[in-house]
């Protein structure tokens, strides 16, 4: 059974970092798309960062220029690498992925909390 489990988030003032870790077993990130969501409280959910399996990123015109998503093939797990960061980042932030074929995104991680705040 694939499952996705998320390490890293906090709290940190603006303008710092933070890198979220996500840990997959029972399958390859390598061979699925893998993406990081956020919520944020009373918004919608908005995908931030994906990787497809060839390695191709896309990210959101909100964190564009400050987050990196990355994979370690040899740990299976991928990372989000958030830099300069904002009140406005403040949001429970979920690992997700799909296979390649599919259009919706059935594995979830459990989530963590990221505050930003002076």
């Known amino acids: 059974q694939e499952q996705l489990a998320q390490s890293g988030g906090g709290s940190v003032q603006p303008g710092g970092s933070l890198r979220l870790s996500c840990a997959a077993s029972?399958?390859?990130?390598?061979?699925?798309?893998m993406g990081w969501f956020r919520q944020a409280p009373g918004k919608r959910r908005e995908l931030i960062a994906s990787?497809?399996?060839?390695?191709?990123?896309h990210y959101a015109d909100s964190v564009k220029g400050r987050v990196t998503i990355s994979r370690d093939n040899a740990e299976n797990t991928i990372y989000l690498q958030m830099n300069n960061l904002k009140p406005e980042d403040t949001a429970v932030y979920s690992c997700?992925?799909?296979?390649?074929?599919?259009?919706?995104?059935?594995?979830w991680g459990q989530g963590t909390q990221v505050t930003v705040s002076s």
């Open positions: 029972g399958m390859r990130v390598s061979d699925y798309v």
């Open positions: 997700v992925a799909r296979p390649p074929s599919w259009s919706t995104w059935d594995i």
């Open positions: 990787i497809t399996a060839g390695g191709t990123t």
